[in-house]
């Protein structure tokens, strides 16, 4: 079955990158995503990867695909107090569910 | 353009007791997933709705059941409450061939079973 694995805490000083880091297990998912959740919020989508992408870049956001090793990365660049929140990976398994990891709480320290 | 909006935000019931949770979806999406969140967890797939069938379930028992409307809004009922049903239940929309893109969230029903 699928499993997702994610480290749990992440502390950085603002300014400086952010670098969060996730293993899968299913080789068949089509697509990756990573989600934000601030306390006592709903989920916020950043960004997704097809599994045929290596990269994506979107404004401070970088993805990165190892396909081979199922291990996917989120680099943050100029992590600032507003990016504290846990952010949580996601494989969409199956044709209609994601499956996610435990998330990695990430502290911006002033 | 509307969010995904649930309701209650907070519901306290106690064990043994039904609950009914609610899902508008954010305009023009028909699809409904529903999600439980455990304190430090990850969330975890309940169940999918489309065109108001299930249409995908995760490993959850019978009592876990729901709902879609012809609106495409839906509810989640839960029979017979454990304690380990404490948790933030997330709905999600989507329209089909987008939820490649990823799901809307809602913020969540927090549920807390006493």
């Known amino acids: 079955g699928e499993d997702v694995e994610q480290s749990l805490f992440l502390s950085v000083r603002e300014g400086d990158s952010s670098v969060i880091n996730c293993t899968y297990t299913d080789s068949s998912s089509t697509y990756l995503y990573w989600y934000k959740q601030e306390p006592g919020a709903g989920l916020q989508l950043l960004t997704y990867?097809?599994?045929?992408?290596d990269m994506k870049q979107d404004q401070r956001l970088t993805v990165l695909l190892n396909k081979k090793d199922k291990h996917l990365s989120l680099r943050i660049a100029d992590t600032q107090t507003g990016d504290s929140a846990i952010y949580f990976c996601?494989?969409?398994?199956?044709?209609?569910?994601?499956?996610f990891g435990t998330g990695t709480r990430l502290t911006v320290i002033p | 353009e509307t969010g995904v909006t649930q309701s209650p935000t907070h519901l306290i019931k106690t064990r043994g007791q039904q609950v009914t949770l609610r899902c508008s979806s954010q305009?023009?999406?028909?699809?409904v997933s529903w999600y439980q969140q455990a304190l430090g967890q990850g969330p975890q797939f309940i169940f999918q709705y489309y065109r108001e069938e299930e249409n995908g379930r995760g490993n959850f028992p019978p009592r876990f059941s729901g709902l879609q409307f012809p609106n495409y809004s839906s509810e989640l009922n839960v029979n017979a409450l454990e304690l380990d049903d404490s948790a933030l239940y997330l709905c999600?929309?989507?329209?089909?061939?987008?939820?490649?893109?990823?799901?809307?969230f809602g913020s969540g029903t927090r549920l807390t079973v006493v």
């Open positions: 305009s023009g999406h028909n699809t």
């Open positions: 990867i097809f599994s045929n992408m």
């Open positions: 999600a929309s989507s329209f089909p061939g987008q939820g490649s893109y990823g799901y809307t």
């Open positions: 996601a494989e969409r398994a199956g044709a209609n569910n994601l499956f």
